[in-house]
């Protein structure tokens, strides 16, 4: 089922649901399952299975020289997909990248994903990779996730690429995008970033999901501001528990955003990293709340493989 309807069925109540990464290739399954197992207690209608970028390995040859190979080290997002339905009877999300795939690629992904009756996409245009400063376009490839967006609508109209299908079967793909409460960090502007986003809606997407943020209003201005400029469709916010103190330095590295003073504060007052996911959890569960009050409508947790934190999270709040 499609996450909008999803979000009509519960009829005001906030969801749960969360995000997982694959696992690196030649892992045991099982251990994602046993990850995702305490999760489902909590009923999320839907899960989200990332996709990683391909990444630059080096492999010592004989000689003692090192060769250089082009590798995707978390590869399986449809089939981890197809495991979770089959298995759990949820509907499993994959993200579908424009970065690291031609649009023919894309296609095809798509055409699985449409036969394995996955009914939702999240279409993202994908991070630099590991060596890169800037996201540099994949050569025949979609250039930003609006593109994508268009090319997985195209395909709900029956328009697949080259147009050389004379009766096509269509999709029904119901699209979901990235947010930036805080901007993306490449935006010249909140408002710009604002216009990239409704030109992303424009162009099909159904829903979106946020950023991770730390501070609640910021998501509250973020709905407020997106509202203001005609984007109608659910903004679903994501949330991730703080874990290790180092987060602290990464998180605003990585992703560009600002953590809360009195945050920063408690994450300094804490002696080891065993507090700091306390705190962590702590800090989701007030955020969950707050959202929860205010009518969002998923709260959308980001659980970097270990899920014992996000099912402490849920027991409290869902
Ligand atoms: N829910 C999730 O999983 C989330 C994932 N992400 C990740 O963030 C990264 C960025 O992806 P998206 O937001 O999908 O990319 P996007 O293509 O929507 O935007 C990327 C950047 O390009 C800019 N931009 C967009 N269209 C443009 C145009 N026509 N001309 C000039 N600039 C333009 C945007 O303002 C933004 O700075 C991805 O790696 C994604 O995986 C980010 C947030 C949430
Ligand atoms: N730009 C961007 N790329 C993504 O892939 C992405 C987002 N944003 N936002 C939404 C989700 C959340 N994601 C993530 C990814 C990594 C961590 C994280 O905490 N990673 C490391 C720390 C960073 C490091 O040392 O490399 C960790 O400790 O787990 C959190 C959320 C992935 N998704």
């Known amino acids: 089922m499609k996450v909008t309807d999803h979000i009509k069925q519960a009829n005001g109540k906030t969801l749960f649901s969360f995000e997982i990464v694959p696992p690196q290739k030649g892992q045991n399954i099982h251990d994602l399952y046993n990850n995702v197992d305490p999760l489902m207690e909590f009923k999320p209608p839907f899960i989200d299975v990332t996709t990683s970028r391909e990444e630059f390995v080096y492999i010592k040859k004989e000689n003692g020289l090192l060769e250089q190979k082009m590798t995707r080290m978390r590869p399986g997002t449809v089939g981890i997909c197809a495991a979770l339905k089959y298995k759990y009877d949820v509907d499993a999300i994959p993200h579908v990248l424009c970065g690291g795939f031609t649009k023919e690629e894309t296609e095809y992904v798509l055409v699985d994903c449409h036969y394995l009756g996955l009914d939702n996409i999240m279409a993202l245009r994908g991070d630099a990779m590991k060596h890169e400063q800037y996201f540099i376009p994949t050569v ?87 509202r203001s400029i005609g984007i109608t469709v659910p903004i679903i916010p994501g949330i991730k528990p703080i874990a290790i103190k180092r987060h602290q330095q990464v998180l605003p590295q990585i992703f560009r955003l600002d953590l809360p003073e009195e945050l920063i504060l408690e994450i300094e007052a804490c002696k080891d990293n065993k507090q700091v996911r306390q705190l962590g959890i702590e800090w989701a569960i007030q955020q969950s709340k707050d959202l929860i009050a205010n009518g969002a409508p998923v709260v959308h947790f980001y659980s970097m493989g270990k899920s014992d934190n996000i099912k402490a999270i849920a027991k409290e709040v869902f």
């Open 140 to 226: 025949g490839g979609n250039n930003y996730a609006a593109e994508l967006v268009k090319q997985i609508h195209e395909l709900n109209q029956g328009k697949y690429l080259h147009e050389i299908i004379e009766t096509p079967h269509k999709s029904d793909f119901c699209i979901g995008v990235a947010g930036y409460p805080e901007k993306h960090l490449e935006a010249p502007s909140m408002e710009t970033d604002l216009r990239r986003l409704k030109e992303k809606v424009d162009a099909g997407a159904d829903y979106v999901v946020t950023q991770m943020f730390f501070d609640n209003q910021k998501y509250f201005n973020f709905v407020e501001k997106a």
